[in-house]
């Protein structure tokens, strides 16, 4: 299907509502964190948006939830074949709203189109319970109605993906809504979507405060897959359930990596580093407090401030750099709070702390040497590159302190020893468990957290039901 040239204008950010793109008469902007400055104007969408765009999702459903499997999954081929010629358009997009380096934007945007493709591949047969003479019993999985999609900030390409895929291939209809700081790639998606897609069965609206109660709130909307903060989760449970919405929320994570005194101490404390500090700490699923064997610890702790005094911050459009600014300025002063009570020994084992030598939300990669196990960085999701170390001896009580939280997203292991590090990761609560690796997902697997870490999961088959409501159809053959 040809695209329209004009597509290629990066510049025009607008809602799309039942395939058209749509303004509105307030307009807003986000931040280019690494700058400071204004990004372009995108739409503060109003109730009126709302009603118009979930009567266009309800109208679609009515006829896209008939299309064959087939089909829906060619459409999403065709999506991800369309979105290709636009990927280095779409990465430098990114790194300008979110601030993450052009490396990994370009990163983030592959993953995202091959998610597309991955998701095409899956499908939910019917299940055959029984079959006999007298009846035969079917499990059948059938789409859900209108959904939304709340996509974070952090991962604004891959993750507005991660809900329209497996939404539409059970035949489902969606409504994206891009976080406010981060709404360019998610509007360009979806406009780039309406050329594979019928009306109505992807769209986006961009806004303000108001628009995730709207929309968490509508009597005509049945499912939302929420990913961002385990406080903000729990409003949107709590307002979805006054309709009995379905939901799937991915929430916050404190994910404790557990290293042993057998590992290969440099190898080992780059990789850690890597997966502390990637996206500037910002992934739920990125390690925020190490246990290091107190038999290697002084020696890990020196390899991983010497790895991480070499990690090169700045914009993510500057040559070499691995960790970008901060999203935006709330995230930037939250973080900053969790260096209070920090000495000054422990902020110089890296030079940590931030920069305000120039514009933007920058924060350097820090290592706090043994807080107290009760601290506020030992215990609170931090969301930023400040890391605390702490050691341990005994097994029983490291599991019993890498679980003493009420989150539970992902953990790891680290270990020569395989069978002391299964024997671990075996009893660590949480919803993807690793060892000697770290955040490494695959599609075809679930992803989900234990405790205030999430309810459901995305990815893979599991991801798909969590798409569909279950029938048991009743079929007797004596009548």
Known sequence: MAIPEQFAVFEDFQNTINGRKSSTAETRHGINPATGKPNPEVPISTETDVENAVAASQEAFKTWSEVPLSERANALRAFADGLEPYAEDFAKLLTQEQGKPLSFATGEVQIGIKSLRDTAELSLPDEIIEESDARKIVVRYTPIGVGVGIVPWNFPFSLNIQKLAPAVLTGN??????????????????????????????????????????????????????????????KVMESASKTLKRVTLELGGKDAAIVCKDVNIEAAAAKLMTYGFINSGQVCLAIKRLYVHEDIYEKFLAAAAKFTKNINVGAGTDEGVFMGPLQNSMQYEKVKTFFEGVTPEQLNLTNGGWDESKPGYFIRPTIIDRPAEDSRLATAEQFGPILPFLTWKDESDVIARANATRMGLGASVWSNDLDQAARIASKLQAGSVWVNTHMELDPRAPFGGHKESGIGCELGIHGLKGWTNLQSLYLNKSA
């Open 173 to 234: 209809t969606i409504i994206i809504k891009p976080s406010p700081f981060t709404p360019y790639c998610g509007l360009k998606l979806v406009e780039l979507a309406q050329r594979f897609f019928p009306p109505g069965v992807v769209q986006a609206l961009s806004g303000g405060d108001n628009l995730g109660p709207w929309l968490t709130a509508h009597p005509g909307i049945e499912k939302i897959s929420f990913t961002g903060s385990s406080v903000t989760g729990k």
